[in-house]
T-cell receptor, first 116, second 115 residues
């Protein structure tokens, strides 16, 4: 079955440490997104990518970095510069905007990140 | 500024009854898309229904329907014949024409279905 796989499900970060969250999709989507969700809140965009080897900052990119070396993969690194990383991180993918406005974004199951 | 507002933090509904979850939006774009997602306690976001700004008819998907009132900028989700498995957070979202078509989310409504 096609879908989005995020790993790990739970992640703990020590102070000063960088951690990387994995996101893989086999839906043949060009566009991929990372969102952050804080308790009781909606989702906010961290980074997005519409094509391989290209990505753009979203609304809350400070303290995060990404890469897009393959169409299927869009890993997110939470750096030590992100002072409040505890949150639920969701990866999504979709067709690019021009390919179908009615196409929903499909989401992975998320990664819960906490500080030790 | 583009914004989604969900004014009901929590809702209760009796099993088998219908419930309406409110969503209003703000945008200056003429073309946009509105989505509803369900988030169970396990965390995944499940796509429920879509409404395009140029769609003349309200969207329906099984027990879900969308009451779209463009002039009022509202896109309320109606769930008919509620089931216990409908208990979850529900998010209204708008797809923008910038930032790669990102979704702007509301704060969500927590729906509890009572037996």
């Amino acid at each position: 079955d096609g879908g989005i796989t995020q790993s790990p499900k739970y992640l703990f970060r020590k102070e000063g440490q960088n951690v990387t969250l994995s996101c893989e999709q086999n839906l043949n989507h060009d566009a991929m997104y990372w969102y952050r969700q804080d308790p009781g809140q909606g989702l906010r965009l961290i980074y997005y990518s519409q094509i391989v080897n290209d990505f753009q900052k979203g609304d809350i990119a400070e303290g995060y970095s990404v890469s897009r070396e393959k169409k299927e993969s869009f890993p997110l690194t939470v750096t030590s510069a992100q002072k409040n990383p505890t949150a639920f991180y969701l990866c999504a993918s979709s067709f690019r905007l021009g390919q179908g406005r009615n196409q929903p974004q499909h989401f992975g199951d998320g990664t819960r990140l906490s500080i030790l | 500024a583009q914004k989604i507002t969900q004014t009901q933090p929590g809702m209760f509904v009796q099993e088998k009854e219908a419930v309406t979850l409110d969503c209003t939006y703000d945008t200056s774009d003429q073309s946009y898309g509105l989505f509803w997602y369900k988030q169970p306690s396990s965390g995944e976001m499940i796509f429920l229904i879509y409404q395009g700004s140029y769609d003349e008819q309200n969207a329906t998907e099984g027990r879900y329907s969308l009451n779209f009132q463009k002039a009022r900028k509202s896109a309320n989700l109606v769930i008919s014949a509620s089931q216990l498995g409908d208990s979850a957070m529900y998010f209204c979202a708008m797809r923008t024409n910038n930032q790669g078509g990102k979704l702007i989310f509301g704060q969500g409504t927590e729906l509890s279905v009572k037996p």
